[in-house]
């Protein structure tokens, strides 16, 4: 495991692993039942981000998305367009999907063993490019990969790949094929990729 420094690698201004774990403790919040249990949660996530200088809310209007923001974009929880940069830099994870805490890790769990399965029969990059699905399928849609639709597998490569993988060179040049080969050890569609060809 690599440790956490003050820098993050790679020029990632929060790492991947941050994100997956403030996406865990709000989906943790809204299954809470008490409601000093959510916000310990909450405070939890917010001191998480808060150590990469970003900032977390929920955005309900639109299927439940956690948000996460620069904080030089926020001022008093509003997010001040003017101060936006590159909007590439927000990160955005959907909260949509099984109902409960113990529904999600089951979902987690499936999907990580099919990404360290393709690590462990395959080089890299696929290893990192499986684990990218994994994350995807569990974090965005909490469904497990073999269930991904078409437009979902097409959304994993053209947006969340690029913008939240923080994918090398080489990575990048064999994403498709990395697809296809959880696709397979997860018994789905890999035609479900040709679209993007």
């Avoid at 977390?56 to 639109?62: F, K, Q």
């Avoid at 008093?76 to 805490?101: F, K």
């Avoid at 994403?175 to 959880?182: D, I, M, W």
Wanted: cysteine-free; glycine content about 4%.
């Amino acid at each position: 495991m690599t440790e956490t420094t003050d820098e993050p690698e790679d020029d990632r201004e929060i790492p991947p692993d941050v994100v997956d774990e403030a996406e865990r403790l709000t989906r943790l919040a809204r299954d809470a039942t008490v409601d000093e249990e959510a916000a310990a949660y909450l405070d939890d996530r917010d001191a998480l981000v808060a150590d990469y200088d970003f900032t977390a809310r929920v955005r309900e209007e639109d299927r439940d998305t956690l948000v996460l923001y620069p904080e030089e974009w926020v001022e008093d929880g509003t997010v001040y367009p003017e101060r936006i940069d590159d909007v590439d830099r927000g990160i955005e994870r959907t909260l949509e999907g099984p109902g409960s805490a113990d529904d999600w890790d089951t979902v987690e769990g499936h999907n990580r063993d099919l990404a360290e399965t393709v690590e462990s029969e395959h080089d890299d990059p696929h290893g990192p490019n499986a684990h990218a699905v994994a994350d995807f399928a569990s974090n965005h849609y909490a469904k497990p990969i073999g269930d991904l639709t078409r437009e979902e597998i097409q959304e994993f490569l053209r947006e969340y790949f690029p913008r939240n993988a923080f994918p090398s060179d080489d990575q990048k040049a064999v994403v498709e094929e990395s697809v296809e080969l959880v696709l397979e050890v997860a018994d789905g569609n890999v035609d479900v990729i040709d679209a993007g060809r």
